[in-house]
Nanobody, 118 residues
Framework: QVQLVESGGGLVQAGGSLRLSCAAS????????MGWYRQAPGKQRELVAT???????KYVDAVKGRFNISRDNVKNTLYLQMNSLKPDDTAVYYC????????????WGKGTLVTVSS
């Protein structure tokens, strides 16, 4: 199995930046795609960005040009650099990974809270 632990959340003013990290442990060779999701108060969890093992990335329109997802396959760590933060970015951010060999397996971290004040 794989364990994911997020860090780097906090309180920031609008226009500021934060960098989230997600450390993977366990049988990390199983990890295929990784991604960041977020869930704002009263809303459903939504996809923010994903990255493949080769570095191919996808972003939701709301964060394009402001957020950058990256991964270090040696350190087994996923990152999300968030710039020009807006109050609408306030949410709990979750790290996600899918399994290379079992499509029914999906791994989640417990989340890290990002609060953007206006």
């Amino acid at each position: 199995q794989v364990q994911l632990v997020e860090s780097g959340g906090g309180l920031v003013q609008a226009g500021g930046s934060l960098r989230l990290s997600c450390a993977a442990s366990g049988i990390t060779v199983r990890i295929n795609h990784m991604g960041w999701y977020r869930q704002a108060p009263g809303k459903q969890r939504e996809l923010v960005a994903t990255i493949g093992r080769g570095g191919d990335t996808k972003y939701v329109d709301a964060v394009k040009g402001r957020f950058n997802i990256s991964r270090d396959n040696v350190k087994n760590t996923l990152y999300l650099q968030m710039n020009s933060l807006k109050p609408d970015d306030t949410a709990v951010y979750y790290c996600n990974a899918d399994d290379r060999w079992r499509s029914d397996l999906n791994y989640w971290g417990k989340g890290t809270l990002v609060t953007v004040s206006s």
